[in-house]
């Protein structure tokens, strides 16, 4: 059976946090996935946002905010090409939203900075899944406030189900050999509160925490089959980006991005994934052994890393994978075919779009408001000026260029190609269907525009390090 600290006698050397962290978040535990809400059958769902309390780590407990439960949210199963109704009720005693990042509805479904839901009030949109299968995610969305919401648990995970796991040949027992990892980090005080202070460098780099929280829990193990797992991994930190890779260096098995399944499994080593990203990999632990996916220091720096930003830090583990023979392995082998698809559009007379992503450095943005000292093209965002009117059912190729560090740009109620990176192709893992894409230094996308928003709720396209999308970093678009 599992006994923590034999296992982690195999991993001494790699320390447990991106620093040296207290005995507390060591506390031993097997990981949770969050509750399984399936409204594949229903056809629909409640979300209630209330308040609780969690506890990260030994030395206390934190307030916290949630969905139908202390942090975070559960995952909700919906059907594809079906439609699912969501309702919505926000106790807590601020206005909320709650965004569908990854699915393709329409802007009024959208749950972006125009359709805040107030204290006491319930938001009931209808969820048209005209998509294939996919993992998605939700999370609060009201400007100027996301970061700190997010950061409180105002987040869940979605899948888009359209029951064919068994034909893929892909694991799919979830919680058993299909994991759903929400990968956060977090800063603690001594009390064990979370923290969210933020210093110069955070509120230009975006929030770094010291401590590795997965499913809203610290220091925990995965227990899996001695078989083929499959991970779903969610980005969902304010800013930190995780350089994955496995600590005895095998592969991982890429099988779906962003907005779904690849044609065939993509054989990497290293898997950068950045927040709002979701990547869905297969890990092959037929030989038993016990292996942990571990990260690279944040790679955003600015100024050679003099403004912070992981200079100090070293590789850390994200979760060890504990094989416990006893359990039941439904999938040995990694199935070659798929069965989604890559993108491959014609840019030829596609039109052009250029976007920069902008921010101010050092004291020029210390003197600007919050809200002002990130923009795109120029303008810090505003709720009331509309960026660009799209035709509905047109694609366009959209060039995007950012200087100082990386941005993880998103763009709502579209899938996107990812054409080049840098003027060169884009990187393996970026060749699946994307709504998020990490920009380092410039990026070009083939967009395709086929959900209608209104200047009422237009799209809105930001970069996903909270800190940047509420400092300004984001603009909006209707599509009709
Ligand atoms: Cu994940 Cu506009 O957000
Ligand atoms: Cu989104
Ligand atoms: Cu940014």
Known sequence: MFSRRKFLSGLSALPFAMKPISAAAQSSGVLTMPPLLD?????????TAQRGTTAFVDAGTSETWGFNQSYLGPTLRIAAGKTTGAEI?????????????????????DGGPHQTIAQGETWMPDLHITQPASTAWYHSHVHGSTARQVQNGLAGVLQIDDGQNEGRGLPNTYGVDDLTLVLQDRRFDRRGRIDYDLSMSDQMMGFLGDTMVINGQVGRTA????????LRLVNGSNARIYPLSLSDGREMHLIATDNGYLDRSIQLTDLTIAPGERYEVLIDLTDGSDIALVSAPNPNQMMGGMMGGGGNETSFVVLPLFVDSTLPAAKDQIPDDIGGNRPQGDVSGVPERKITLDMQMGMGMMLRRASNRFSINGEAFDMDRINFDIRSGTVERWHITADMMMHPLHLHGVSFQVLSQGGRPPAAQNTGWK?????????????????????????MFHCHILEHEDGGMMGQFTVG
Request: glycine share 8%.
């Open 39 to 47: 409204a594949t059958q229903t056809g629909r769902f409640l979300l």
């Open 89 to 109: 009720l926000n106790t807590l005693d601020e206005p909320i939203s709650v965004h569908w990042h990854g699915l393709m509805v329409r802007g009024d479904a």
């Open 223 to 230: 227990v899996v089959p001695r078989g083929i797992v499959r």
């Open 435 to 459: 709504d998020t894409v990490l920009v380092n230094g410039s990026t070009e996308l083939l967009v395709h525009f086929d959900q209608d928003a209104s200047r009422e709720t237009p799209f």
